[in-house]
Nanobody, 125 residues
């Protein structure tokens, strides 16, 4: 059974930072694109950031570019999202995701194969 587990969400003040992590298990994830999506109340789920399995390419939504950084640990099944200069509009449930044979850029437009359960991020003003 494939399982993606997020950790690191919480409540932070505007301008603060949080780090989310995702650990995947249940299969080999070689050549998988790995990423993060989010869903704010009353809105559709949207792409946030992605990274290739090799860690050599990343892609970001314009709304988070320059503030968020996605990275992958040496173990191919763990990736993180460092979020800085957080804004109230970043408040959402954040989901990690993985898709086979996918570039980082393509993750923005394609439905992932696997999703995590989500972790709440709340930014107060």
């Amino acid at each position: 059974q494939v399982l993606l587990e997020e950790s690191g969400g919480g409540l932070v003040q505007s301008g603060g930072s949080l780090r989310l992590s995702c650990t995947a298990s249940g299969r080999t994830f070689a050549n998988y694109g790995m990423g993060w999506f989010r869903q704010a109340p009353g809105k559709e789920r949207e792409f946030v950031a992605a990274i290739t399995w090799a860690g050599d390419s990343t892609y970001y939504a314009d709304s988070v570019k320059g503030r968020f950084t996605i990275s992958r640990a040496n173990a191919e099944t763990t990736w993180s999202l460092e979020m800085n200069l957080l804004k109230p509009e970043d408040t959402a449930i954040y989901y990690c995701a993985a898709r086979g044979l996918t570039s980082a850029r393509a993750m923005a437009a394609m439905t992932p194969d696997y999703w995590g359960q989500g972790t709440q991020v709340t930014v107060s003003s």
